[in-house]
């Protein structure tokens, strides 16, 4: 006769063998939203972490799946379904699209100051008493290039710099985005 294995079904993982296993349970479908895969990947890495102070035998190897779970987790907060307005509750990527939002009237639009966009971001900065160093590695471009935007010698480039700059310094998005979009068709002529 033939010795069957039982397995504790109660209780979170405590080797590194059950977190692969409940992990390997747990996993979404393919089509799932970026938002599933990502709650599924922040509950693995601290389900690894927690594994590696119970399963001493593989530590180091706990710790490194803990970490290449949270690298996962960035990769897929960059993709655009997790940086659309719906993102952080799941995009359908194979749904229909979405209907664009209606545009807003002159009356709608949020009061702009009287300044040009690399003026108010210095005058945000300097609210804020954060040096071009910090704002710059907060939205991750170059120093130089921070400093270039805020002396109007070069543009912000992309909307997404916009809004990296908006969060750094914990200005709103669309006032900023405006302010750009203002001192670029200002200098356009359009």
Known sequence: MGTATVTAEAGPPRTLQEAHEDSYARMPGRDAPVSAWVAF???????????????RGHHHEALYWSDRERREVETLTK???????????????????????????????????DVEF????RAARKRESMSLTAVAARAKIGKSTLQ????GSRRPGSLQVIASLADALGEDRVV???????????ASGQ
């Not at 900023?176 to 200002?186: F, S």
Request: proline share 10%.
């Open 148 to 151: 270039a935007i805020e002396t």
């Open 79 to 113: 993709k655009p379904e997790w940086k659309s307005d719906y993102g952080r509750e799941g995009v359908d990527p194979t749904g229909a699209p979405f209907a664009p939002a209606a545009r807003l009237s002159e009356e709608q639009l949020p009061p702009l100051p």
């Open 176 to 186: 900023l985005t405006l302010l750009a979009l203002r001192g670029h068709t200002d």
């Open 41 to 55: 990947r922040r509950a693995n890495a601290r389900m690894y972490r927690a594994v590696a102070d119970l399963d």
């Open 118 to 121: 690399g003026a108010y971001l």
